[in-house]
Nanobody, 124 residues
């Protein structure tokens, strides 16, 4: 069992930066791939970024490539999402998720555990 708690959301102006953090409970954190997803009102949940168990391999959705960076610290049981050059269309609830199985990193139904989400609002 893994419990995930996101933090760091808030209101930021377009062009600004924000750093989200996800703290995980449990001693098996390093065995999970970790991902960030987001969901805006009236839209489907969208893949943002993912990192494999070791932190060596990272994956990004097309809309955030070059602006967002995912990283993890297995000693601290945390995974962060550094967001730069934020746009109003980045406004959404951001969710942290953990995946035990192999396969696609971008499909939300591959993830086993989810956090409650943190709101990010980017004003124009």
């Amino acid at each position: 069992q893994v419990q995930l708690v996101e933090s760091g959301g808030g209101l930021v102006q377009a062009g600004g930066s924000l750093r989200l953090s996800c703290a995980a409970s449990g001693r098996t954190f390093s065995s999970y791939a970790m991902g960030w997803f987001r969901q805006a009102p009236g839209k489907e949940r969208e893949f943002v970024a993912a990192v494999n168990w070791s932190g060596v391999s990272t994956y990004y959705g097309d809309s955030v490539k070059g602006r967002f960076t995912i990283s993890r610290d297995n000693a601290k049981n945390t995974v962060d999402l550094q967001m730069k050059s934020l746009k109003p269309e980045d406004t959404a609830v951001y969710y942290c998720a953990a995946k035990a199985s192999s396969g696609s990193y971008s499909m939300s139904n591959r993830y086993d555990y989810w956090g409650q989400g943190t709101q990010v609002t980017v004003s124009s």
